[in-house]
T-cell receptor, first 114, second 112 residues
Framework: DTEVTQTPKHLVMGMTNKKSLKCEQH?????MYWYKQKAKKPPELMFV???????INESVPSRFSPECPNSSLLNLHLHALQPEDSALYLC?????????????FGSGTRLTVV | GQQLNQSPQSMFIQEGEDVSMNCTSS?????WLWYKQDPGEGPVLLIA?????ELTSNGRLTAQFGITRKDSFLNISASIPSDVGIYFC????????????FGTGTLLAVQP
């Protein structure tokens, strides 16, 4: 299995809703990442999990809450989002956090906040 | 922070033409990567470069890791319609802050 699987593919939520994005990989990768991508822009790093521990938070607002239940799963919990949070949310993984092998990306969740 | 400047911003070419795009950085990277992204999908890795001066091919794609470790280029030969998409360079510096930093992207349009 050489894939990163993200669900759901599309999500529409209101500003008072609570929802979660899910990400799964079975490649034995020990680092996992959340990126946010706006239209026609490069992906921007949000969070890094290294050996299931949060190692980098790029000053992301607390309405985004990541969770890594085990080495294969990564969640992003969403609460009280704003319309400007609408974007493509990408999950990625890599073999080891401190080795430069590049990342494998999932197909993303297209989030619309109304 | 680190920034990767990618050029050109967009290219509109005829099928069969060759394409060249490049990426420059103000900082040194240990690894250079080139990704392609189709609309509504995640980036897909095309080529990874691990050593300064390295030249690597993947089918019609060729990429090089600059000697100074601050730049890289990607060439696509004999373009075809399915080459359409956004191409991103990305760099990693290794160690504790081994974040993948993306370039600004090159939009490629190929006319049959």
């Amino acid at each position: 299995d050489t894939e990163v699987t993200q669900t759901p593919k599309h999500l529409v939520m209101g500003m008072t809703n609570k929802k979660s994005l899910k990400c799964e990989q079975h490649m034995g990768h020990r680092a996992m990442y959340w990126y946010k991508q706006k239209a026609k822009k490069p992906p921007e790093l949000m969070f890094v999990y290294s050996y299931e521990k949060l190692s980098i938070n790029e000053s992301v607002p607390s309405r985004f809450s990541p969770e890594c239940p085990n080495s294969s799963l990564l969640n992003l919990h969403l609460h009280a989002l704003q319309p400007e949070d609408s974007a493509l949310y990408l999950c990625a993984s890599s073999q080891e956090p401190d080795r430069s092998y590049g990342y494998t990306f999932g197909s993303g969740t297209r989030l619309t906040v109304v | 922070g680190q920034q990767l400047n990618q050029s050109p911003q967009s290219m509109f070419i005829q099928e069969g033409e060759d394409v060249s795009m490049n990426c420059t950085s103000s900082s040194i990277f240990n690894t250079w990567l080139w990704y392609k992204q189709d609309p509504g999908e995640g980036p897909v890795l095309l080529i990874a470069l691990y050593k300064a001066g390295e030249l690597t091919s993947n089918g019609r794609l060729t990429a090089q890791f600059g000697i100074t470790r601050k730049d890289s280029f990607l060439n696509i030969s004999a373009s075809i319609p399915s080459d359409v998409g956004i191409y991103f360079c990305a760099g990693q510096s290794g160690g504790a802050t081994n974040k993948l930093i993306f370039g600004t992207g090159t939009l490629l349009a190929v006319q049959p």
